[in-house]
């Protein structure tokens, strides 16, 4: 038997280094708390000797996880979240009044169908963002998760993911491209008539017939609404290419912050 200092065994040893990744029992809701939030702040180590057993069974870290951030306009529909985590002694989740994030263990492929598995179970308005990453980048996935949340957020409850919100994210990381957007569509954001055609002409993808009847206005009057957007601000919502720059416009001058808890 190979052995070390002091004549203990290697074996024992390394059983100690590991013994603080070890997942604590699902009844220590605080314990799990804690490792939750050190693992998305990224503070506790993660490397291959991360936990003693790699293949994300009971008693040691899985290998990779669904990162789901979450919120609700009230507290019940939070917590209703954090209750319908599924019965897994592998999942862990760190949550606040109104919002928080759930790590659950799967591959690759499968973190969006989890997401949108947790999301048909709450019957509260709920937005959910979903990222995923191996154990050794919670950290990153956190971020991103954290960020694509606030996009969803100003838009109907359900869940979002990265590729479904590209270029919004991409403004937010770029802070001098985001305001000079929001300088761009503030006139718009001013007159509330135009402010909601254009919404409307962007959740209908551009279709004028579909967004007037959403509105519940003739065709004609939301044309000249739209050219008015256009006269304002340059860019002309018939074009896709301007219509996405007007999106992502809104996007950047009304992102709201979320109600996620601290994870360090």
Avoid: K
Wanted: charged share 25%.
């Amino acid at each position: 038997m190979t052995t070390v200092a002091e004549g203990r065994p290697l074996t024992d040893v390394l059983r100690d280094i590991l013994r603080p990744y070890a997942l604590p029992p699902v009844e220590d809701v605080q314990a799990r708390r804690r490792l939750a939030g050190s693992l998305l702040s990224g503070s506790l180590l993660s490397g291959s000797l991360f936990s003693g057993q790699d293949n994300g069974s009971s008693g040691g870290l899985a290998l990779a996880y669904a990162v789901i951030a979450y919120c609700s306009s009230t507290e019940d529909g939070a917590a209703e979240v954090a209750a319908a985590v599924p019965d897994h002694e592998d999942a862990l989740v760190l949550d606040g009044d109104r919002g928080g994030y759930v790590l659950l263990p799967c591959a690759q492929d499968g973190h969006v169908a989890l997401a949108r598995d947790l999301h048909d179970r709450i019957g509260a308005e709920v937005w959910m963002a979903v990222a995923w990453a191996p154990r050794h980048d919670l950290a990153t996935a956190r971020a991103t998760a954290a960020d694509v949340l606030r996009i969803g957020y100003g838009r109907a409850p359900g869940v979002y993911e990265l590729r479904t919100v590209l270029a919004d994210f991409a403004v937010l990381r770029q802070p001098r491209i985001a305001e000079r957007l929001v300088r761009t569509i503030q006139p718009v954001v001013a007159r509330r008539p135009l402010l909601d055609a254009l919404r409307a002409f962007i959740a209908e993808d551009g279709n004028r017939t579909a967004a007037a009847r959403r509105l519940d206005i003739h065709r004609s009057t939301l044309d000249h609404r739209l050219r008015l957007v256009e006269r304002l601000t340059g860019c002309r919502p018939t074009s896709p290419r301007e219509l996405l720059t007007l999106s992502v416009a809104l996007t950047a001058h009304s992102t709201p912050q979320v109600p996620l808890p601290r994870t360090g």
